[in-house]
């Protein structure tokens, strides 16, 4: 068991060191830098695949520097909701996982007009076509 988890979070660790950020936004009011992995968008079913990393101008009280976050998308309904997301002391995702969250009561949002996430739906809705 142990050993699984570990090569988890090697798997991980490597996934984010070799993807190909992109879409890049940097938030001047926040300081935070928002990246989407074009490697990651997938088309699955109905839904798209895709995952970011945000880059925080300041940690978190336990750390965190940066956090990737992966992501299901409905095109259609103009809906987003998160799957998982990793916790990094290091940015660009680099480093092991401080923490890992699985979302474990799945919900679909509309995301915030303007926003990078709203952006980032509709980017990933047109590259998928």
Known sequence: MKAILMLVLFA????S???EWRF???DKKTGITYRIDFDSIQKKKELVKFRTLI?????FVNGTVSIEQH????CDANKIQW???LFF???LGEGKPLDIGQNTNPRWGHPLKGSFYDR???FVCEFIK
């Open 24 to 26: 890049r936004e940097h």
């Open 89 to 91: 002391t290091e940015p």
């Open 83 to 85: 799957v998982k997301k």
């Open 120 to 122: 980032s739906l509709k």
């Open 17 to 19: 060191a070799l993807a």
């Open 12 to 15: 991980s660790t490597l996934s």
């Open 55 to 59: 880059d925080l101008s300041k940690p």
């Open 71 to 74: 992501y299901l998308v409905d």
